[in-house]
């Protein structure tokens, strides 16, 4: 599992390659930080710091405690997701395998790859969870509920 203490090597662009899928193809991103007395500054840029295009940002805020988020699946989404502010959990899970992930740092990020369901819990009081995706919203390619996710799933490995 993934620790904050640990010095983890990231390379520029993370290893997207397609023999790899589900919840190994998941990997925490290391974003540059500017460290300055007057504050830290990270950046994110299209297909640099992340392997796709962002077509859309949006973020998760004054989550009530015990709340839980997320609870679904993409078709083909992607999505980079960082605590801006705070921390949260997110539990990855690709039908097979299951992960877990403490985000706590605003230069840390989450790449999800399509078909991997993710529920968000444990957010701290004050988090921001920021999502970047690869494309706009669309509510058809979602999967909502966990045993059409793992039909789904089950469907492809039939294949
Ligand atoms: P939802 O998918 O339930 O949020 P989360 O999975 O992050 O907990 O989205 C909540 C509502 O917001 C739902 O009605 C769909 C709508 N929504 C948009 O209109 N545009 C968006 O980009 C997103 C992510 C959600």
């Given at each position: 599992m993934y620790k904050l203490n640990q010095i983890i090597e990231v390379p520029e662009i993370i290893n997207n390659s397609k023999t790899k899928t589900g919840i190994k193809k998941c990997q925490i991103v290391q974003l540059p930080k500017i460290t300055d007395h007057r504050g830290n500054l990270t950046v994110i840029e299209n297909n640099k710091n992340i392997p796709f295009e962002i077509k859309r940002v949006y973020y998760l805020y004054d989550v009530p405690g015990g709340v839980e988020r997320g609870s679904h699946a993409h078709k083909n989404l992607q999505q980079l997701i960082v605590a801006i502010s705070g921390s949260f959990d997110i539990i990855i899970?690709?039908?097979y395998h299951k992960k877990k992930y403490h985000l706590n740092r605003s230069y840390y990020g989450l790449y999800i790859c399509p078909m991997v369901w993710r529920e968000i819990i444990n957010f701290?009081?004050?988090?921001v969870c920021m999502s970047l995706a690869s494309d706009l919203y669309d509510e058809s390619d979602y999967y909502r509920n966990?045993?059409?996710f793992m039909k789904?799933?089950?469907?492809?490995?039939l294949k």
């Open positions: 899970d690709d039908g701290s009081s004050g988090a966990y045993q059409d789904s799933i089950k469907r492809q490995k």
